[in-house]
């Protein structure tokens, strides 16, 4: 009787503590692909779409191809500039962006590196924090094509229900073991 106590307990905290975090969080990432060009501190991005497999709660939502709307141009040496919505795209009554807090970028040789942190907003999810990489190849003020990468970072609050379930389980084991 005792253990059936416990166990209701545990499961009525664990239904507390889910109750409290919000509904679902962004999960996987989204990948773009586009042309265009930059200098050692802006690139001017043209014709960018959805490219490549989406993973989680980006997986079908958009399709290969689908156009992106973009901010351009965007200087990212010494930091990211404008701030703010960088990227949105829209489908099927799906929405998608990705807003900028800070980041920078540099031009190494002919490698093009710029990387963001800011919030992902998906339709039917929390707006959760995120990141977002952009990379090319191919040298200053010619034409490239660039790869972009925007992914979902687990928040702390996610990780602590986690871990509180993870310790909850331990103590329920450790008490079956003694008695």
């Known amino acids: 009787m005792r253990t059936l106590r416990s166990m209701l307990l545990a499961g009525a905290m664990a239904v507390g503590f889910a109750a409290a975090a919000d509904a679902a969080p962004i999960t996987g ?3 773009f692909a586009g042309d265009g060009s930059y200098t050692t ?29 973009w901010t351009s141009p965007l200087t990212f040496s010494p930091s990211v500039s404008p701030t703010g919505m960088i990227w949105t795209v829209t489908s099927g009554g799906n929405s998608a962006s990705f807003t900028a807090d800070s980041g ?5 040789g002919n490698f093009l590196s710029i990387s963001m942190v800011g919030t992902l907003s998906l339709t039917g999810y929390d707006d ?8 090319s190849q191919g040298g200053t003020g010619v034409e490239v094509s660039f790869s972009a990468t925007s992914m979902a970072v687990p928040e702390p609050a996610s990780l ?15 008490r079956r073991k003694a008695a």
């Open 128 to 135: 959760t924090p995120g990141v977002l990489l952009v990379t």
């Open 29 to 31: 990432m989204i990948n």
């Open 41 to 69: 501190t802006t690139l001017t991005a043209v014709n960018v779409i959805v490219f490549g497999p989406a993973t989680d709660s980006f997986a079908g939502v958009f399709p290969t191809f689908t156009p992106v709307t």
């Open 104 to 108: 920078s970028g540099s031009v190494t």
């Open 160 to 174: 602590g229900l986690l871990g509180a379930g993870l310790l909850g389980l331990g103590f329920a084991a450790r």
